[in-house]
């Protein structure tokens, strides 16, 4: 009678325990809603060449979507609200000739509207769209200054352990955009050592070299953060930056080794180098960093200011 009663209770006990589950694991999500502290608007060119009117703090969640994995630390995409609201401001200041601002692609910053979004995270939308919201709202219209004036946010993806400085890849040197060390990257970056092969054939018509069985590689110039400056193929001399971009390498800290008929193209790090590392901002938070503490660490001296 005694076991009657208790399979009893459990049985009746079930539904209850299976609904008040299910309502907790609900309640844990609240969908995050935009704050708009400010009625700025960028003016965006799409792919599609129509310019949209798009509200500053929306402009920022859609480029956080599509510059930084949602997967991050909170803190790192804090720090890349902050990158990216910096970028286009300062974009704004030097734009009132054209009749738009910025573009929605890599050439300035990728930008992904509520329908990319939801192509993009599918049924996770609601769920990941309100963290880069949180990380937005939290930072909502702060940027970068400089002595006074609102910087060139420049960012990447990966280090080889150090950002460049900026004389290097641009041929400005900007006080704020020198070479640090990023030992976060290898940590936290699965492809930071990347490897691909190319035939010789391809290798060499894509530097404009005649066909040689042999392959001599002489480094004549690394920066300091041991990216390749200047070098020379099989004796004729090339800017580092020329033969990343020639052969679409992912950064400027390469190495070429001959293999058989085919060239093995090992790198280091991925993007051009300058300003914050992505994956350098994932780690730095991961250890317990703060947005203000990655930024200041990236963007040497600058000062974080709030725009009313």
């Not at 790192?76 to 692609?105: G, H, M, N, P």
Request: proline share 1%.
């Amino acid at each position: 009678m005694k076991r009657l009663i208790i399979m009893t209770v459990v049985i009746i006990s079930i539904p209850f325990l299976v609904v008040t589950y299910w309502k907790d694991e609900k309640e844990e999500f609240k969908e995050v809603e935009l704050k708009y502290l400010s009625n700025q608007l960028v003016r965006v060119k799409r792919s599609s060449g129509e310019i949209e009117n798009i509200p500053m703090e929306e402009y920022v969640v859609g480029v956080v979507a599509g510059e930084m994995p949602v997967s991050f630390e909170l803190e790192a995409l804090k720090a890349q609200s902050v990158a990216s609201r910096t970028y286009v401001l300062k974009r704004i200041t030097t734009s009132e000739d054209r009749d738009y601002d910025v573009v929605d692609t890599v050439s300035n910053q990728v930008y992904l509207d509520e329908d990319d979004m939801k192509e993009k995270w599918g049924n996770k939308y609601e769920e990941y769209v309100s963290k880069v919201r949180q990380a937005v709202n939290e930072t909502s219209m702060e940027y970068l200054e400089y002595e006074g004036e609102i910087i060139d946010a420049m960012f990447f993806s990966t280090s080889n352990g150090y950002t460049e400085d900026s004389g290097v890849v641009f041929q400005t040197s900007l006080p704020y955009l020198k070479s640090v060390e990023s030992s976060w990257d290898e940590e936290v970056a699965k492809a930071f050592y990347t490897s691909k092969d190319m035939s010789l054939q391809e290798f060499y018509e894509r530097l404009g070299l005649e066909y040689n069985k042999e392959l001599k590689v002489e480094v004549l110039e690394r920066s300091d953060s041991n990216r390749i400056v200047k070098l020379k193929i099989n004796g004729v001399e090339f800017k580092g930056r020329d033969v990343y971009d020639k052969l679409g390498l992912r950064s400027c800290d390469f190495e070429f080794v001959l293999v058989g008929s085919n060239v093995e193209i090992k790198t280091k790090g991925y993007g051009h180098g300058v300003g914050m590392s992505q994956y350098g901002a994932h780690g730095m938070a991961k250890e317990g960093y703060s947005y203000k503490e990655i930024l200041g660490h990236y963007y040497v001296g600058t000062t974080l200011v709030k725009k009313e």
